[in-house]
């Protein structure tokens, strides 16, 4: 983990980033005052469930994995997070606690934004809270596929549900399959590691994915699909 400012060569104009384009030079001000940036590498955690939320965390490059964790070392994987999230928005309703952790899955440089002064630009500026809230609310569909997907699907329908959300984020130009072990995938079926191989073997020999060492490729989305609805 490393701060970065801006003299250094791997400072990135966060500020440039789409979603603040909306912001007026005063706002933009506020957030340059209030944040911090920083370089996480591989494996190392962005935040961690239970800890302090001080802060809203902005994904400026790279990937990061954010999970619940449970007990006796298992966790149940919600999303990967890609340039242009935000994650900690329940910090400014005062949830003061992260729900979740992250961790990076490659180098990952994140923008640190103090709550308090995030909440002042939201409050002002109704087009960067919408854009924040409509974020929100893809992460709250995909919390609510993933209950959905443990608590109703069977182990075949789990892993094909959860080959047609990765492939979703590598069809929106994020090649994340390379980042992500068979451990990772079987934490987002909440299934153990080794049924979920078998299960990808299983799906590889009738046709529908190619596997290649990490490499992972969806040749037939529309039998996913179909295993993903029935279960």
Known sequence: MKAITETDKEYICEIQAPCFQDLSQEEVALIRAGKTQILFHRGENLTKQGFFASSVLFIISGYARLFIEGNNG????????VPGD?????????????????TALCDTQVLLIESGILEKVLRQNSSFAWHIGARNHSFDNLLRAALYSVAFLQMNGRVASVLLYLDSLVREGHD???????????EFAGLSTESTVKILKSFEKDGLIQLREKSLTILKPENLKEISRLG
């Open 176 to 186: 994340v399959f390379p980042l992500l072990s068979r451990k990772d995938i079987a």
């Open 86 to 102: 935000f994650a900690g928005i329940s910090a400014l309703f005062g949830q003061n606690k992260f729900p979740y952790s992250i």
């Open 74 to 81: 298992r966790n149940l994987n919600l999303a990967v997070l």
